[in-house]
């Protein structure tokens, strides 16, 4: 395998997806079946895009990917400003695997455009968005804030790939889980500086 700014990109389509079910399901107040739906063109149309280019360099889709996620991160609303929308009934199996189907039909579809991009995607997203529907944006932000960690992976993974795939994934595993200490770390600070008492 060999890894490229495309494997960035695939990162941000996944984001995209969840961020697209959560606005259409929350704040447009769309079912979350027809949000999962919308979700699903919008992986589909930025991998096609994606999946057009022969190479993607690295290094410049690393910085925008990473100015991206500080941007997204800095600007999400503070948890209490959440929007939720009305509840909904919930999905039964049927319709759930109908969906996992359905989506799956797309992925085959599109599967010699796609190319790497399809991975799981429709056999784990689609459900998991409508699992998660009742804190959907809670969700959301998690994931992108998240998602810097898979950056991180494929970032450690690129330095080190003309050394072989063993070093590679010893690069990209150590990357992924520096990142998420850190990400705990700035979790468990932001939480702390939340709950300590003001002065008046």
């Known amino acids: 395998m060999r890894v490229g700014g495309g494997q960035l990109l695939g990162v941000v389509a996944i984001a995209l ?3 697209v079910v959560d606005l259409t399901h929350n704040r447009l107040g769309r079912h979350i079946l027809l949000a999962d739906a919308a979700g699903i063109a919008a992986y589909i149309g930025l991998s096609l895009v994606i999946a057009a280019f022969e190479t993607i360099p690295f290094w410049p889709v690393l910085i925008a ?4 996620w ?3 991160t ?3 609303p503070p ?3 959440d929007v939720k ?8 199996a049927p319709v759930k695997l109908a969906t996992v189907f359905g989506a799956s039909l797309l992925m ?3 599967g010699n455009l796609l190319k790497g991009l399809i991975v799981t995607f429709p056999y784990s997203g689609v459900l998991v968005v409508i699992e998660t529907r009742d804190h959907l944006t809670a969700f959301s932000r998690n994931f992108t804030r998240n998602s810097i960690s898979l950056v991180a992976f494929f970032t450690g993974y690129h330095l080190l790939q003309a050394q072989g795939r063993p070093w590679a994934l010893a690069a990209a595993w150590t990357a992924f889980a520096v990142c998420v200490g850190l990400l705990h770390l700035w979790s468990r600070t932001a939480e702390a500086r939340k709950n300590e008492p003001r002065l008046m």
């Open 70 to 72: 500080g941007a997204a």
């Open 108 to 110: 085959v579809a599109f």
């Open 17 to 19: 997806f969840i961020s």
């Open 79 to 81: 948890a209490g400003q």
């Open 65 to 68: 990917v990473t100015a991206l």
């Open 74 to 76: 800095l600007l999400a």
């Open 85 to 92: 929308a009305a509840p909904s009934p919930r999905p039964g």
